[in-house]
């Protein structure tokens, strides 16, 4: 059963509302994973989704901060969330679909402006968020299973605008591209998207900073797509909506999207 899935941090589910909207008329994806909602769940415009044919939902949210949610046209069964680091945070949701696949949706910390843990605790917090995701996979090996998110790193040289240039800035230091890989090897995960796209420079973020974000293309890829290996080779028409970042109103953030043949 093909099912095409897509992943976005929304960056407040209830105020963008009408580009989510867009993006389930316009593009269909069958699952659709989204990132820092901002919302309890109780508040997530859930009715509007619904009338668009996405009858599914699981979630897990807080009030203006985090949070995460799956939408979907699919059935999907909730089999759990983690709150890794013990932060109390609304950032990960799992849950099962009617062929088996478990789907996990993640939004890990940002890690503030500071890559030292010494004197910035939010990239401690990231650091042990990744430890501890880390240290789960490992004990509890993945099957079947599609990992998405914000996982706020750009691993490779060519996911950033300037390798060089973002070396000491957070989401592209080489000790959080170490950590990445540990939770990619811990569960093997494989990178979806890259196996697609395996060359050039791809982004699915850019900041409200710039005046200019299509001109300058200041951009980090941020937001991933992973599968477990018994299930790799079945992923694929990956890519990035690149417009919706000029979407009225709309997120710092462009949806990722794969397409499953399971």
């Known amino acids: 059963m093909p099912f ?83 932060l109390g945070h609304a950032r990960h949701i799992a849950g099962q679909l009617e062929n088996g696949v478990t789907i996990h949706n993640f939004y890990v910390p940002a890690g503030g402006d500071k890559p030292d843990r010494e004197i910035n605790e939010k990239f ?23 990992l998405v998110g914000d996982l706020n790193i750009a691993p490779r040289e060519d996911d950033v605008w300037d390798h060089k240039k973002l070396l000491k800035i957070v989401s592209h230091t080489p000790i959080e591209v170490e950590h990445f890989n540990d939770v990619m090897e811990a569960g093997d995960w494989h990178d979806v998207t890259r196996a697609d796209i395996p060359e050039g420079r791809l982004y699915s973020w850019w900041s409200y900073r710039a005046k200019d974000w299509d001109g300058a293309d200041k951009g980090r890829r941020l937001d991933h797509v992973w599968a477990t290996g018994d299930i790799r080779q079945s992923g694929h028409s990956s890519r990035v909506l690149r417009d919706a970042r000029g979407w009225e109103k709309p997120s710092d953030h462009a949806p990722v999207f794969a397409t499953f043949d399971l």
């Open 4 to 86: 095409t899935l897509a992943t976005w941090n929304i960056n407040s589910v209830r105020l963008r509302e009408p580009i989510v909207c867009k993006l389930l008329q316009e593009e269909g994806p069958d699952v659709l994973c989204l990132q820092e909602c901002k919302s309890p769940v109780e508040l997530i415009p859930r009715e509007a989704f619904e009338a668009l044919g996405y009858t599914h939902m699981i979630a897990r949210g807080q009030k203006g901060y985090n949070g995460v949610a799956i939408l979907s046209k699919l059935p999907i069964k909730e089999t759990g969330s983690e709150d890794f680091a013990a």
């Open 124 to 146: 401690g917090q990231k650091l042990d968020y990744l430890t501890e995701m880390r240290d789960w996979f490992k004990g509890d090996k993945p099957q079947k299973s599609i």
